[in-house]
Nanobody, 132 residues
């Protein structure tokens, strides 16, 4: 059973930075022998969950337009941990952030829309609040 646990959320002023972590257990992310699509999503009160960033087995990344140039996504295979580095935060980035994984990635581009429909595992979320 794959479990994903987020951490690193908190409150920050606009313009600040946060790094979210997502530690995975029950599955080891190894390149060249597996096929996976991992990513981050967020959901603000009263809004639908939206994709933020994804990363695939080869390290290719994809970002939502609203965070392009401000957020980066990375995977530390040694620590089996997914990260989301968020810079130049804005009040509209306030949301609950979730990590997700598709560990049998096949048949779709690894991006926020595809992963949202195909992720088999989700974390419980970590809150990010950005004040103006």
């Amino acid at each position: 059973q794959v479990q994903m646990v987020e951490s690193g959320g908190g409150s920050v002023q606009a313009g600040g930075s946060l790094t979210l972590s997502c530690a995975a257990s029950g599955y080891t992310f190894k390149r060249k022998s597996q096929s996976y699509c991992l990513g981050w999503f967020r959901q603000a009160p009263g809004k639908e969950r939206e994709g933020v960033a994804t990363i695939d087995t080869e390290g290719a990344t994809s970002f939502a337009g609203s965070v392009q140039g401000r957020f980066t996504v990375s995977l530390d295979n040694a620590k089996n941990t997914l990260y989301l580095q968020m810079n130049s935060l804005k009040p509209e980035d306030t949301a609950m952030y979730y990590c997700a994984a598709d560990t049998v990635w096949v048949g779709y581009p690894c991006g926020p829309e595809g992963l949202k429909d195909n992720a088999g595992y989700w974390g419980q979320g970590t809150q990010v609040t950005v004040s103006s």
